[in-house]
């Protein structure tokens, strides 16, 4: 049961409170936790639980913002987690993106979703097709009328069609003069190469995205050619267990919109498809890198861009960057490389 959560800035300010049980939490834990953050030095690398003297910590960074949660009482740690995480997404859907801002300048409607996501310290409705037929997202209509009636609810009088039903994610009657489904593979790869180009060290992210406008209450399969590789997976709701345990395929009813379907990991791969060659010289106090990038292997498709990017240690007084292709740009201490060309062939930069 999750006694109370806090909404704080990246310089530690409290922009929200909301107590859920009759025994409040005093904001005195957010200053502990601020300087148990600060001594860490990057709030961003914390634990996502913390015992303080008084009460157990559940945190997540998102997007410059910390979500922080308490509780006096024993819980199972991943939900306190993964409510925070269904709060950051439900806050990002409704006001396009997290920022002190707007949060600030929204933050009625932040209250009436907490309202509605949580009852006494115990998670409640956090689908958003459900929440969005509660709870209008704010417009600038909205705003305007509040101004001129005085009044600034946004919650419905009545309850959603899709609460009592058995795919509460889609709500009923949906109509669409042409139907489309569009699929999105995400990856991160994150690769460690030794001095002499063997990779050590590859393990990929991803997530596969879908946008879908289909008409009435469509039944979706998605099939993969070597599901095998997928390790570490994670459904949304509307995914049916059996037929991926059975056949390593996905049997789902989807959600209107754009919504993550699925989260896997991919680890021990052999190779990668790009390689990236650096070399260092050295003379009186200045640094020479050069760096050159290309494909490993055809893989028989046009590759857009790529972004490399990469950080300087703080000893790096100033640093002149030249490419011949694409552009170069430095961002605080670190240096952003882009390049952009229709055909992929070895290219280089140096500094």
């Known amino acids: ?39 860490h030095g990057d709030s961003s690398k914390l634990q996502p ?4 003297p008084t009460h157990y910590l559940f945190q997540i960074f998102r997007e410059g913002i910390t979500f922080l949660a308490c509780t006096q009482v024993e819980m199972p740690p991943l939900m306190a987690i993964e409510f925070l995480c269904r709060v950051a997404d439900v806050l990002s859907d409704y006001l396009g993106e997290l920022n002190e801002d707007l949060i600030k300048d929204n933050f009625i409607i932040v209250y009436e979703l907490l309202d509605e996501m949580i009852d006494n310290g115990f998670p409640l409705t956090t689908e958003p097709t459900i929440l969005r037929e509660m709870i209008a997202p704010p417009n600038i209509v909205s705003k305007v009328l509040s101004v001129v009636t005085g009044t ?29 489904v569009y699929v999105e593979l995400v990856e991160e790869m994150d690769a460690t190469i030794n001095r002499d180009g063997v990779l050590v060290k590859c393990e990929i992210y991803g997530e596969v995205q879908i946008n879908s406008h289909i008409t009435g209450l469509p039944d979706l399969t998605l099939s993969f050619s070597n599901p095998s590789i997928l390790d570490d997976v994670r459904f949304h709701p509307c995914v049916r267990f059996r037929p991926w345990e059975s056949h390593q395929t996905l049997s789902f009813v989807p959600p209107d919109g754009h919504f993550k379907l699925m989260s896997y990991r991919v680890r021990k791969l052999k190779n990668i498809p790009l390689y990236v060659k650096p070399q260092i010289t ?52 670190k240096v952003s490389h882009t390049y952009t060309f229709a055909m992929m062939y070895p290219h280089t930069f140096l500094f």
């Not at 639980?49 to 303080?52: F, M, N, Q, R, T």
């Open 49 to 52: 639980v913390i015992a303080s």
């Open 1 to 39: 049961m999750l006694q109370c959560i806090f909404l704080l800035s990246d310089s530690g300010e409290v922009m929200l409170e909301k107590q859920f049980t009759g025994h409040r939490v005093d904001r005195s834990i957010c200053a502990w936790f601020w300087e148990h953050a600060v001594s």
């Open 282 to 333: 050295s003379d009186a106090g200045t640094c020479r890198i050069s760096l050159l990038v290309g494909i490993r292997n055809d893989p028989g498709r046009t590759i857009d861009s790529i972004t490399l990017q990469f950080q300087l240690p703080p000893c790096i007084l100033s640093a002149d960057l030249s490419s011949n292709h694409g552009t170069v740009n430095i961002l605080a201490n």
């Open 152 to 180: 600034s609810s946004n919650v419905s009088d009545t309850l959603p069609v899709a609460t009592g039903s058995c795919v509460p994610w889609r709500t009923t009657d949906l109509k669409y003069s042409s139907n489309e």
